[in-house]
């Protein structure tokens, strides 16, 4: 018996799924019956079947998979004495099973059927020595864990081979319940190379990032936390499904879900029981942060300066963020908006572009009602370019005609990281300070700030009480992708709200 949400992976046809569900919410017994319908209508796929490890690919995943293919499809491993076997694993077939067709070096990680289909086996912890061989479909396991490169830079790239189909959409599911079917099938519709993604709760923001999660928070969250409720949306070429544990229970020990109640917090039981991608692991940097409180829409108001504050890392984007003050009001609170960023991209990744552009969209306020700008203390070094000149003599001299004595707002030296003496805050604990509304006004996020919201949401607290900011490497650039926008953000508060010593 499956689920709805379990029904709702069942019978897509979507090029990339994501099922996303709490501790035993069934994730690897969908796997397990997704893969039997592969085998059994299209044999001539190729298919992955892959885990994070190779003790999770072995000890968990195949298991569960085994499992499901004995117990509801009636398959057992052959061996000699088991002639009726219906499949071999890491060893060459029997000559009565049908010729699958391949050439492989070796028959490790692979398991043979009986009709012909294979089915490749991986663990992604050594992912870059998969070899290169395309394949029809795959199904990922725990994807949480898994680095960003392995899936996009090898599954996805391997995800090629010609022969699968979608089932069209004007073919009823009575005719044809399984969604996928080969080419030559009458039902045929586009190609397609489905990628299934099994997750818990993802430690990887890649992965919420791939799948746009961040668009449909308000949504994901009003959902999935009533226990007959899920979330499940298309998107374009992509199925999201979000499931609580509970939709699981009748499969699982009548007091599984109570002791996990009883042993985990309330942020942990959003992540492992309730399936939440935005649920806090407890190492947040901006464990104040709240997409449902901070996130609204911003439209900058006539009548109140205007303020650009950068971050000058020129990979993958320079950084600027637009911020409006609005003064207190009958309420007796005041508003700090992000209303608008810039994060340009090669070639449009200097100083000046960011300058042109804020010009072009708020120059006209901020030469009327006042311009003021921000930025890391360190953006003041000297530069072997542009005639030596600092980074805020260029935004002086490209925003000239908006610039006023004091337009330029820095701090002597950059807040340190963790309080130094009575009385007084490290960054962190003053930015959570800033986000709980501490100071007298209330932060407000535009949603068209997608990267500082990215920021926001996943920057973790290194072991010195800094910000762990994740590098990685594209086309030979090694850059931290994210920290950015928030280093932005960070900068206005400080100086503003903040006691630390200004430059005069």
Same mark, same amino acid.
């Given at each position: 018996? *499956?689920?709805?949400?379990?029904?709702?992976?069942?019978?897509?046809?979507? %090029?990339?799924?994501? $099922?996303?569900?709490?501790?035993?919410?069934?994730?690897?017994?969908?796997? !397990?019956?997704?893969?039997?319908?592969?085998?059994?209508?299209?044999?001539?796929?190729?298919?992955?079947?892959?885990?994070?490890?190779?003790?999770?690919?072995?000890?968990?995943?195949?298991?569960?998979?085994?499992?499901?293919?004995?117990?509801?499809?009636?398959?057992?491993?052959?061996?000699?004495?088991?002639?009726?076997?219906?499949?071999?694993?890491?060893?060459?077939?029997?000559?009565?099973?049908?010729?699958?067709?391949?050439?492989?070096?070796?028959?490790?990680?692979?398991?043979?059927?009986?009709?012909?289909?294979?089915?490749?086996?991986?663990?992604?912890?050594?992912?870059?020595? #998969?070899?290169?061989?395309?394949?029809?479909?795959?199904?990922?396991?725990?994807?949480?864990?898994?680095?960003?490169?392995?899936? +996009?830079?090898?599954?996805?790239?391997?995800?090629?081979? #010609? !022969?699968?189909?979608?089932?069209?959409?004007?073919?009823?599911?009575?005719?044809? /319940?399984?969604?996928?079917?080969?080419?030559?099938?009458?039902?045929?519709?586009?190609?397609?190379?489905? =990628?299934?993604?099994? &997750?818990?709760?993802? +430690?990887?923001?890649?992965?919420?990032?791939?799948?746009?999660?961040?668009?449909?928070?308000?949504?994901?969250?009003?959902?999935?936390?009533?226990?007959?409720?899920? *979330?499940? +949306?298309?998107?374009?070429?992509?199925?999201?499904?979000?499931?609580?544990?509970?939709?699981?229970?009748?499969?699982?020990?009548?007091?599984?879900?109570?002791?996990?109640?009883?042993?985990?917090?309330?942020?942990?039981?959003?992540?492992? #029981?309730?399936?939440?991608?935005?649920?806090?692991?407890?190492?947040?940097?901006?464990?104040?942060?709240?997409?449902?409180?901070?996130?609204?829409?911003?439209?900058?108001?006539?009548?109140?300066?205007?303020?650009?504050? $950068?971050? $000058?890392?020129?990979? /993958?984007?320079? &950084?600027?963020?637009?911020?409006?003050?609005?003064?207190?009001?009958?309420? !007796?609170?005041?508003?700090?908006?992000?209303?608008?960023?810039?994060?340009?991209?090669?070639?449009?990744? &200097?100083?000046?572009?960011?300058?042109?552009?804020?010009?072009?969209?708020?120059?006209? #306020?901020? =030469?009327?009602?006042?311009?003021?700008?921000?930025?890391?203390?360190?953006?003041?070094?000297?530069?072997?370019?542009?005639?030596?000149?600092?980074?805020?003599?260029?935004?002086?001299?490209? =925003?000239?005609?908006?610039? %006023?004595?004091?337009?330029?707002?820095?701090?002597?030296?950059?807040?340190?990281?963790? %309080?130094?003496?009575?009385?007084?805050?490290?960054?962190?604990?003053? =930015?959570?300070?800033?986000?709980?509304?501490?100071?007298?006004?209330?932060?407000?996020?535009?949603?068209?700030?997608?990267?500082?919201?990215?920021?926001?949401?996943?920057? +973790?607290?290194?072991?010195?009480?800094?910000?762990?900011?994740?590098?990685?490497?594209?086309?030979?650039?090694?850059?931290?992708?994210? !920290?950015?926008?928030?280093?932005?953000?960070? %900068?206005?508060?400080?100086?503003?709200?903040?006691?630390?010593?200004?430059?005069?």
């Amino acid at each position: 018996m *499956f689920s709805h949400p379990q029904w709702q992976i069942l019978t897509t046809n979507k %090029a990339r799924t994501l $099922f996303h569900s709490g501790k035993g919410g069934g994730k690897t017994h969908v796997m !397990g019956a997704m893969s039997a319908l592969f085998v059994q209508h299209i044999p001539q796929a190729l298919g992955l079947i892959a885990a994070n490890t190779y003790g999770q690919l072995t000890d968990s995943t195949l298991l569960e998979i085994f499992t499901y293919w004995k117990e509801q499809c009636g398959w057992t491993e052959w061996t000699k004495y088991n002639e009726s076997g219906n499949y071999v694993i890491d060893k060459q077939p029997p000559q009565h099973f049908k010729p699958h067709g391949y050439t492989f070096k070796s028959n490790q990680n692979k398991v043979f059927f009986q009709n012909g289909c294979v089915i490749m086996l991986a663990s992604l912890d050594n992912w870059k020595a #998969i070899d290169g061989r395309t394949i029809s479909w795959a199904l990922l396991d725990e994807t949480k864990d898994t680095p960003e490169a392995a899936v +996009k830079e090898v599954i996805i790239s391997r995800l090629r081979k #010609i !022969g699968l189909c979608r089932v069209r959409d004007d073919v009823s599911f009575e005719k044809a /319940p399984f969604r996928f079917c080969h080419e030559s099938n009458a039902y045929a519709g586009d190609p397609v190379n489905p =990628l299934m993604i099994f &997750t818990a709760p993802s +430690k990887e923001q890649w992965l919420t990032e791939y799948f746009h999660l961040q668009d449909h928070e308000e949504e994901i969250e009003s959902s999935i936390y009533a226990p007959d409720n899920y *979330f499940v +949306k298309d998107v374009e070429n992509r199925r999201i499904v979000i499931a609580s544990t509970f939709h699981n229970a009748a499969n699982l020990p009548p007091n599984y879900i109570s002791n996990l109640e009883s042993d985990l917090s309330s942020d942990q039981q959003k992540l492992q #029981i309730y399936g939440s991608p935005f649920g806090k692991a407890g190492n947040e940097y901006y464990v104040d942060y709240s997409s449902a409180k901070h996130v609204r829409a911003c439209q900058v108001v006539d009548g109140y300066p205007i303020h650009l504050s $950068f971050d $000058f890392n020129v990979n /993958p984007y320079m &950084t600027g963020l637009v911020i409006q003050v609005i003064p207190p009001g009958a309420d !007796g609170r005041g508003k700090v908006r992000a209303v608008m960023e810039y994060a340009l991209a090669n070639p449009r990744n &200097t100083i000046e572009d960011v300058c042109e552009d804020f010009d072009y969209d708020y120059g006209h #306020i901020a =030469l009327k009602y006042g311009f003021y700008f921000y930025g890391d203390a360190t953006g003041k070094a000297k530069q072997p370019i542009r005639e030596m000149r600092d980074h805020y003599s260029r935004i002086e001299n490209k =925003l000239r005609h908006i610039v %006023a004595n004091g337009s330029r707002r820095l701090l002597k030296q950059n807040p340190r990281n963790r %309080a130094i003496g009575s009385n007084t805050l490290g960054r962190r604990d003053f =930015l959570n300070k800033c986000l709980r509304g501490a100071y007298g006004f209330d932060l407000e996020i535009d949603a068209s700030c997608k990267n500082l919201i990215l920021d926001l949401q996943h920057i +973790k607290e290194d072991a010195n009480g800094a910000k762990h900011k994740q590098k990685i490497t594209e086309n030979k650039i090694t850059y931290e992708k994210y !920290g950015h926008l928030s280093d932005a953000l960070d %900068a206005f508060l400080a100086y503003v709200y903040g006691t630390w010593a200004k430059e005069k």
